[in-house]
């Protein structure tokens, strides 16, 4: 009788345990609840070049770059370091696409070989030298030049936060998935206005005109409310 309490009282114990463990956030999921700030990003954009952008079907071409041209205007004027990187341009899937290269004309795309862009050690080094743990990832497409990257930057220890909605791929389904495995490894999808606004966070910092025109030009829904806030706030 004690010899089955025992071996009862050992099962308990042990799934009380796993109970724990699951309970206890994982040091990812800790620190994804630091907020985004220009202080601790670092953008990197992948492969927006007329091969990806003609084949994406996940989301329209059209917001596909508006967007990400908001997210590319929006890194400069916090001063976030911002790298841009392309694959076999000249051979295969073409420059940089006008619309992006224009939100960000000081930027000299790192032209790359490899599908992996976290294997070209330029780029794995411009992040590293940045400084900065959190990285904002999009591009094309995102189940093989976004995820990739993402994938080794989260095994070296990045907290990684995919912008969905400038990323894009030939099929719905394909995106969908490879978010779904990004998550699951830790990563965090977000969209690319909320990146935007919470690295402003307060309204009276000087960025506030630079994002407001950001959003005037690149977030239709929301510029009606930044057209009436500059109409009838008065400025100090």
Request: net charge neutral; glycine share 4%.
């Amino acid at each position: 009788m004690n010899k089955l309490l025992t071996q009862v009282g050992v099962v308990l114990l042990s799934l009380f345990s796993v109970v724990v463990a699951q309970a206890e956030p994982v040091p990812t999921a800790r620190r994804v609840l630091d907020q985004l700030t220009p202080e601790n990003s670092v953008v990197l954009l992948i492969d927006y070049q007329p091969q990806f952008v003609f084949s994406t079907r996940s989301i329209d071409i059209e917001t596909l770059v508006n967007n990400t041209a908001g997210l590319t205007k929006a890194a400069l004027a916090f001063k976030v370091p911002t790298i841009i990187t392309t694959v076999t341009a000249q051979a295969f899937a073409g420059p940089l696409i006008e619309r992006i290269q224009a939100a960000a004309p000081a930027v000299r795309p790192i032209d790359r070989t490899v599908i992996n862009a976290w294997h070209d050690d330029r780029v794995a080094k411009a992040v590293r030298a940045s400084g900065r743990k959190k990285i904002i990832m999009a591009g094309l497409w995102t189940d093989n030049c976004v995820m990739l990257p993402a994938l080794s930057a989260l095994a070296e220890g990045y907290e990684v936060y995919v912008v969905t909605d400038a990323s894009g791929d030939y099929d719905a389904a394909s995106h969908e998935r490879a978010i779904q495995r990004l998550v699951q490894a830790g990563a965090v999808p977000i969209t690319w206005l909320p990146v935007m606004l919470e690295w402003q966070a307060d309204w009276t910092r000087p960025t506030a005109g630079a994002v407001n025109q950001i959003i005037r030009d690149h977030a239709a829904a929301m510029s009606v409310g930044a057209q009436y806030r500059q109409a009838t706030v008065q400025k100090p």
